[in-house]
């Protein structure tokens, strides 16, 4: 499975992304955060979710578990969906970009 995707927005605490894995395509909200589903409001506009599609959420503790996150919530993802990676540092946050297309290497 691999991810291609392009940058929308920055955010303070992470990114906003357009993705794409196989005919799956989705906005990702990639953030530093609690993991407090509450908090999802604080950088998701309300337009996205009125808009056809879930919103999938999840928590990434660890950058070991970034991979296995993403494949999960594209699994179960359908087109037009938004995801919300909800991570625990900059290191998490980091390698989900990475898992989702993302070249996060300093240039």
Known sequence: MR???HLVEQL???????????DLS?????VVSEPDISQVAQFVPA???EQD????VTAVSSPAEARQHVEDL??????????VFLCADTTTC???????GQDVTPH
Do not use: C, K, Y
């Open 12 to 22: 303070p605490q992470g990114a906003v992304l357009d993705v794409t894995i196989e």
């Open 94 to 100: 980091t390698a989900v970009l990475e898992e989702l």
């Open 3 to 5: 991810a291609h995707s």
């Open 26 to 30: 989705f906005r990702a909200f990639v």
């Open 53 to 56: 599609g879930d919103v999938h």
């Open 74 to 83: 594209a699994f179960n993802m359908n087109p037009g969906d938004t995801a």
């Open 47 to 49: 337009s996205q979710f």
